[in-house]
């Protein structure tokens, strides 16, 4: 009974500690994610001049804006498809493990901010599947989390939170995102 | 011993009394959220001519159709995307405490229903973080569920239903969202 | 007791069958669903002439392209709009028992593959609610897998999987998919 009685008191204050260690104003839950994939993706925005390397496009534009060159006022009211390749490392030339495939919409007058809906393709030995992303994109701050909705394959009914960094950022034709998914659902 | 007994047995007739209370033919399970959200967003439609303050645009639309005026056929093929402010109450005019944004799509030739993909970007004191929402908006329908499938931030892994209210809607220039978030997965 | 271990070799015998019909290298977790629909549904491509009974209407297109006929270059670009009849079975003229809403684009340059966002949206007896999708379609592969990301009604919170096969495909204007849902969170 007394053995109980202290593993009991141990287990609180282990409880205590546990959520002492993070903020204290607002104190957070810290989970580890079950799966975790660092990855990169390669956009070339397509500019009226590189039909044969792009690989997006505009396909939707407010009035008076057009298909050929992203529209004033932060891009506002664009929408791009893209199909971009996925490397593990930054270099635009490796070997692709899979394909981001989807649609950005720009939606903010004031900023660039857009609004993702797009998937993973990924086809390697160690990965077979898809993985679903959905979120907002504030892409002038350094790190922004956007859901893991879904996923199929070797991903089937997993979640979590992707973290993506824009990692290079040329001459408004080529940029490349830093991706740091994490599932905390991965069954 | 006895004491036990009768707690179980009271227990098991709350349990009896909870389920009785839904509907008899199709009895639906009743959850409660683990977290609760009432906010409003207004949306201000570019019609041509309010430039410096509509919220929203025209970015796609079926053929014979333009950016400028939202088609015919109950706007079926328009694409709309919108950065709206987001409020504690039906006021346009009071402090927003984050932004809407994302697209929504007119999906229907007989009548207003549309498809939303969108995030909410909440930064209060009390909420930082995103919520992610996807479904299928018949307009003309007063309450309409969409789901809430995914979040960041304080909103971490948050999954939920979000039932959707017009609050107002004036000149198809102007319409106002009662949006009831119901959060039942909360991490 | 003889009895009882030639059960337990029995048993394990028969898991080690079933793991052995799973590719050997990666052994996968078999879930069996928690609910299960098979369902179809019917689009018809608006082309320039059928305006009176297309499903769905190019509403987004590439440089060069317009809102009348699909896009070169397997349609990259091409943003569809659609409302198509969900049946039960195989044929366009059953009483449909919904809706499918949403869009697809076309998002890769050298085969047919695009990103789904849609929902279902039921009213029967047996099913009220909706299901929403979203995920990456490869077109020419056989059967494709995509992630049902929520639900709302007698869909509240569900999860799962859904596997598409193009059952029809009539020169470029009418395709029919058939859609194996499988729930594997049901609430």
């Not at 109980?4 to 959520?19: E, G």
């Not at 396909?59 to 390749?85: K, M, S, Y």
């Amino acid at each position: 009974m007394e053995k109980m009685k202290s593993r009991i008191t141990l287990s609180l204050f282990l409880v205590f500690l546990s959520m002492s260690s993070v903020h204290p104003m607002k104190p957070k839950k810290q989970y580890k994610p079950c799966k975790h994939l660092v990855l990169y993706f390669h956009d070339i925005i397509y500019n009226g001049k590189n039909a044969a390397n792009a690989t997006s496009a505009i396909v939707g534009a407010p009035e008076g804006a057009n298909a050929t060159i992203l529209a004033g006022q932060f891009h506002f009211g664009n929408v791009v498809v893209f199909d971009d390749p996925i490397t593990l490392d930054n270099n635009l030339h490796s070997a692709p493990i899979g394909r981001a495939q989807g649609l950005y919409i720009y939606d903010t007058k004031n900023t660039y901010t857009s609004w993702l809906g797009f998937a993973f393709l990924l086809n390697t030995t160690d990965y077979q599947g898809t993985i679903i992303f959905n979120g907002a994109d504030p892409i002038m701050v350094k790190t922004r989390d956007i859901a893991v909705v879904g996923g199929t394959g070797d991903f089937f009914m997993h979640r979590g939170v992707a973290t993506i960094m824009t990692d290079a950022f040329e001459g408004e034709v080529y940029f490349r995102l830093h991706v740091d998914i994490k599932f905390y659902e991965c069954w």
